[in-house]
């Protein structure tokens, strides 16, 4: 007895002819059919399996045809068939199999998974393949039939259903309803070995009913314009096949739909299941059987690796120190400098050398529309190139006003061992337009206003680059110095449409500088062990030298993130907890012009090491270390105290801009565990970077007195009061400033802002200004003009001459921390009164005036408060803005004549 078990429901038949019976209802429920044995599935991967089955079996018994099964799609070349194919009057072109229908896999699958041979060999072999013919290859081979299969022994011509549609007349001379599996949209002829008697025991496709397939459903689809010029890649099948990129032409990819390659040699997998252990020459085997152009398909897919870790810092002053340059910032170990006493050696090769670098120009759309006013496009284009950029001894006096007021703010470069020739196009550049900037003329201005978009595009395209090659610490160093440079030229422009479009330049310098741990100087080697190890004079002073640039060049970045996050009223990038740098060498070691003049400095006593500093140095009480770190470093330790106040200003006040919030911001600061801290390393900078320090540095006194103006007024209070977003919220800003002026606070800040406007009027004519010394220029003209126009003029003690706040030279230590603390928490606060007692008297004028308030004098003149001694004060601080700022954050100076009713300086288009 035979028994036989359907593969659907399991039941069990003994004779044949129940058994087809069976499978034949099931048939009816399962559309997809196979058109090489009489089984039909239910789902389209089941029959996708079961074909690659026959495909396999063909691969071994025909190896010779495995030419004609190659992916035509991936190829773009169709099959070549044998002569005997596709002939109608060929004796073994009739088949004895049943009609089934074509199903849409059969379609959509390469021509290689059709069965060539049947179950039994005694029928003739059956041709089933797909004839696509490219039209991208060969458009004449086949024009009107670019999908067609042929029935052997008579023509049998479906068209596609998408074409019935469009043609109802043409569809119905045939008298056959289309299959939904030919939705292609162009005339298709299937030539096929198949009987045309339908088998009554399963329903054939292109019997059924549209409403069970998506053939009336097909209106969607794109309608060829000329259905003869058609081809198989219409948009529908674009969509359906896999993209000619995606499929490898290699015999590897035929393992990717997992069929064998023909030509090799088919291995059992039985070894593996059994877990038989492979010795080395299988492994070796094993290894070679992958093609070596995988790996390089690999490869394209990941971008490179970095070569060096993320963080320079541990190798940071190695890599200098041994570095073959003679300066840092150079490019090129030849010195053939031919500087000269009057110029800086910028000649006419140097100048033809950065026009063919930055000639293009910058992209219109990155223009400001003050500046579209300037620059004439007609009259630029009319201009030869080389006539458009600046002459070589134009560049050569840009080149010395850099180092002559801009450098000193922030000393970086080593003059003495700067080469033009040697320094890199990109930091060259830079170097010019700022020196052009600050020159100012029409000339000047119009070629910067012109060439700092694109220059600025192409820092921030290098810097992006820097990120993701291996580039060597020396090289990251460049392009730091050179985006320092560009970000201080966005201010230095005045205007203010360039400084916005370096936002994002200030964000992905400082966060890369931080990234490589510049900030983390622990993390770096000895710096004395370094210089010990170099023996000959000359190359231990260039060694230093270009260890020197780097620190200076580290602090100069972290100057930078303080001024530049204070102009944007955002939170700074640098965590200044963690910060830890290396304070920079005595000047004059810096300035040495050859190695035995340095080596004479040593030995009269310079050191050539310095100490590391932190913000937790300034709450100790050996303050000798740090009254060492000199200009720049003692810069850089108020720098590194402000940007802890932006970073507390930004995490405790309120976020709305609008929103006013305290009065004075270090109430706030109290009560937070880590900016409580602010007010005590404040006052305790006095003695090391403030007016206590002895130093003769206008600078940095001038920051130490911003910083307290920061702690005891809410500056944005102030600018909203100014208008800087309208009038609406100016009047209650008005109001909070008639409220804070009855303070303490208030009165101390106006004391620090009349020493400010002191110590910038007095200074001398050679002593450059910082960009920190012109913002804190501005928010002291803000607060004590407003000051003077809310405060009430019967308030305070009657009957006493004025104050003079700007002449006077108040006792420090004596003030002590009045205004920086809580009146409400001194116990004797009650029994005081507005009377002057006895032990006050012992006290100086400005110590009653900031304890009891009264009238105040500026320069000699008396004011009482109103909207005159505002008006005079604001007017004073914006003509001194006005010869120490030059074009650098001209807008502040516009606001404050403004502001002052005095529209000579003002902007017309404002």
Not at 300 to 319: D, F, K, Q, S, Y
Request: hydrophobic share 35%; proline share 7%.
């Amino acid at each position: 007895m035979v028994l036989r078990q359907c593969t659907v429901c399991g039941r069990r038949f003994t004779k044949t002819e129940h058994f087809k019976r069976h499978e034949r209802s099931h048939t009816r429920e399962r559309p997809y059919p196979c058109t090489i044995c009489d089984k039909a599935f239910s789902r389209s991967d089941v029959l996708f399996r079961h074909m690659k089955c026959h495909a396999q079996k063909n691969d071994k018994s025909t190896t010779a045809n495995a030419s004609s099964r190659r992916n035509t799609i991936s190829e773009g070349v169709p099959p070549q068939p044998s002569q005997d194919d596709f002939n109608i009057n060929s004796p073994g072109a009739l088949a004895n199999g049943p009609h089934t229908g074509i199903p849409l896999m059969q379609i959509l699958s390469p021509s290689n998974y059709l069965s060539q041979t049947g179950n039994d060999p005694s029928q003739p072999a059956r041709q089933s393949s797909l004839d696509v013919s490219n039209p991208f290859l060969d458009s004449s081979s086949n024009p009107g039939n670019a999908l067609s299969m042929q029935l052997p022994g008579s023509a049998w011509t479906m068209p596609s259903p998408i074409t019935t549609m469009n043609n109802k007349t043409s569809s119905s001379s045939h008298g056959l309803k289309q299959s939904p599996s030919q939705n292609s949209g162009e005339v298709s002829t299937f030539e096929t070995s198949i009987t045309s008697p339908h088998n009554p025991g399963q329903t054939p496709r292109s019997e059924i009913v549209p409403n069970q397939f998506s053939d009336s459903h097909l209106e969607w689809l794109p309608q060829p314009d000329n259905p003869s010029t058609s081809n198989f890649h219409d948009p529908f099948q674009m969509w359906l096949f896999p993209s000619l990129g995606d499929l490898d032409q290699s015999p590897d990819f035929l393992q990717t739909y997992g069929i064998p390659d023909p030509q090799q040699p088919y291995q059992d997998s039985k070894d593996l299941v059994n877990g038989r252990a492979y010795d080395p020459a299988d492994r070796t085997k094993n290894i070679a059987k992958v093609p070596r152009e995988r790996f390089s398909r690999v490869q394209r897919c990941w971008n490179p690796r970095p070569g060096r870790a993320h963080r320079i810092m541990p190798v940071l002053w190695r890599e200098v120190a041994s570095s073959p340059m003679d300066n840092l910032f150079s490019e090129s170990p030849i010195t053939d400098d031919f500087r000269t006493a009057s110029n800086w050696g910028l000649d006419t090769e140097c100048r033809v050398r950065l026009r063919d670098t930055f000639r293009t120009p910058a992209p219109s759309a990155y223009h400001s529309p003050k500046l579209q006013a300037v620059v004439d496009p007609a009259l630029s284009s009319q201009q030869p190139a080389n006539e458009e950029f600046p002459p070589a001894e134009i560049l050569d006096i840009a080149l010395g006003l850099f180092f002559r007021r801009f450098h000193p703010t922030v000393p970086f470069i080593h003059i003495a061992t700067f080469s033009v020739r040697n320094t890199p196009a990109q930091m060259l550049f830079a170097i010019c337009l700022v020196g052009l900037s600050i020159l100012g003329t029409t000339g000047a201005t119009r070629f910067v206003s012109k060439m700092f978009p694109s220059f600025l595009q192409r820092v921030c395209n290098d810097l992006s680059a820097s990120a993701g090659c291996s580039a060597t610490p020396t090289q990251q160093m460049v392009l730091f110095a050179t985006g320092l440079l560009t970000l201080n030229l966005s201010v230095i422009t005045g205007d203010k449409d360039c400084f916005n479009q370096s936002q994002m330049l200030y964000v992905s310098l400082l966060a890369m500088v931080q990234q490589n741990g510049l900030f983390a100087a622990g993390d770096g080697q000895s710096l004395d062990a370094l210089l010990s190890e170099m023996s000959e004079s000359d190359d231990r002073w260039k060694a230093w030298s270009r260890i020197e640039s780097a620190k200076r060049l580290i602090l100069g970045l972290l100057l930078c993130d303080s001024w530049f996050s204070n102009l944007l009223s955002k939170a700074p990038i640098v965590r200044s907890e963690s910060v830890c740098v290396v304070a920079p060498c005595d000047e004059a070691l810096f300035q040495a012009k050859s190695a035995t003049q340095w080596q004479s400095l040593l030995r009269s006593g310079k050191s050539q090491s310095a100490p590391t500093f932190r913000i937790e140095d300034l709450h100790k009480h050996d303050m000798a270390p740090i009254g060492k770190l000199g200009y720049l470093g003692r810069s850089s330790l108020l720098a590194l105290l402000q940007i802890q106040v932006l970073e507390a200003y930004q995490r405790l006040m309120p976020p709305d801009q609008l929103t006013i919030g305290s009065y004075i911001p270090w109430h706030v600061y109290a009560g937070d565990a880590r900016a409580s801290t602010l007010v005590p390393a404040l006052l305790a900078a006095t003695h090391t970077a403030g007016p206590l320090s002895k130093v003769d540095d206008t600078n940095c006194i001038v920051l130490w007195h911003s910083l307290c103006v920061m702690l005891l007024s809410d500056f944005r209070m102030f600018e909203l009061a100014a208008g800087r977003h309208g009038a609406a919220p100016a009047t209650g800003a008005l109001e909070s400033i008639s409220q804070w002026s009855q303070t303490q606070a208030a009165r101390r800040a106006c004391v620090h802002a009349a020493q400010n406007f002191k110590l910038m009027s007095e200074r001398r004519v050679s002593d450059n200004v910082t960009i920190h010394s012109v913002t804190a220029l501005f928010a002291s003209a803000l607060v004590l003009g407003l000051y003077l126009f809310m405060v009430n003029p019967s308030s305070g003690r009657q009957g006493t001459a004025p104050v003079e706040l700007m002449d006077a030279d108040p006792d420090w230590a004596e003030l002590g921390d009045m205004g920086f603390k809580d009146e409400s928490l001194d116990p004797t606060a009650a029994e005081r009164n507005l009377t002057t007692n006895r032990e006050d008297e012992h006290f100086s004028l400005v110590y009653q005036f900031v304890k009891y308030g009264g009238a105040l004098s500026l320069g000699g003149v008396a004011h009482s408060g109103g909207y005159e001694g505002a008006r005079r004060v604001l007017l004073d601080f914006a003509n001194l803005m006005d010869g120490i700022s030059g074009r650098r954050l001209r807008t502040f100076t516009q606001v404050l004549h403004i502001m002052s009713d005095d529209l000579m300086n003002v902007d017309p288009a404002l």
